[in-house]
């Protein structure tokens, strides 16, 4: 019998660690255009008692809704997409972040490297996808791969020193602070969505639900 942790576990474990970090430096809200590849870091944010989530079925309108809670509060939201196409749609909001100096955190999922380049679905090149529009570009191997970003840590920008960041993780983030990009192998959360976690009165929708991007 393997001692291999299980994928799914190493995955969930992941994610909830980056949630645990961004929680600790401040971030309060979530902001989400659901899809089956973003599900283990929507399932980690809704874990947290601490984050209000916001749930939207169009990228382009989550992307402005993040952008509205950093001008609000002065605090980046965590911004969450699925891998592919769908993360483009994040781009203005990315962009007017960066001109108006307001802090965004943006994560997008994205596919591990082996399905680069292979015609896999949802696939597209999303290293440094919004350009000089963010500070930093993190790109985590894929969780239990082991190893570090080469770009730094994740952390989130602050309004006094809004970067621009984007990040990919297989799962995936980008931010107008940061920009992550994460790699998953697996769409799926070990532990069902919380449904204690708070969200707005006016977003009830399930963060498991699938966008058409997804």
């Known amino acids: 019998m393997s001692g291999a942790p299980d994928p799914e576990v190493v995955q969930a474990t992941f994610c909830a660690t980056l949630v645990d970090e961004w929680v600790r430096a401040g971030v309060r809200h979530a902001v989400v255009a659901p899809g089956s590849r973003s599900t ?8 947290r008692p601490e984050l209000t989530l916001h749930v939207f079925h169009d990228e382009r309108s989550a992307g402005f809704a993040a ?13 969450v997409c699925t891998s592919g196409t769908a993360a483009t ?8 972040a960066h001109q108006a100096a307001v802090p965004l955190l943006v994560v997008t999922a994205d596919r591990p490297p082996e399905l680069r380049d292979v015609g896999a679905p949802q696939t597209i090149d999303q290293t440094r996808l919004y350009g000089t529009s963010v500070r930093r570009f993190p ?10 970003s080469p770009s730094g840590p994740c952390r989130p920008p602050r309004a006094r020193n809004p970067g621009r960041s ?4 297989p799962c995936a983030s980008h931010s107008s602070g940061r920009p992550i990009r994460c790699r ?3 769409g799926r959360g070990p532990t069902p969505v919380d449904p204690r976690s708070r969200r707005t009165s006016s977003q009830r929708s399930s963060a498991r639900s699938t966008s058409s991007a997804g």
């Open 40 to 47: 283990p870091m929507v399932l980690a944010l809704a874990a």
């Open 67 to 79: 952008l509205g809670v950093g001008l609000a509060t002065g605090r980046a939201a965590v911004l």
């Open 89 to 96: 749609h994040l781009h203005a909001a990315v962009v007017e």
């Open 139 to 148: 790109t985590p191997l894929p969780p239990g791969r082991g190893g570090r």
């Open 166 to 169: 984007t990040s990919t993780c």
């Open 184 to 186: 998953s192998r697996s």
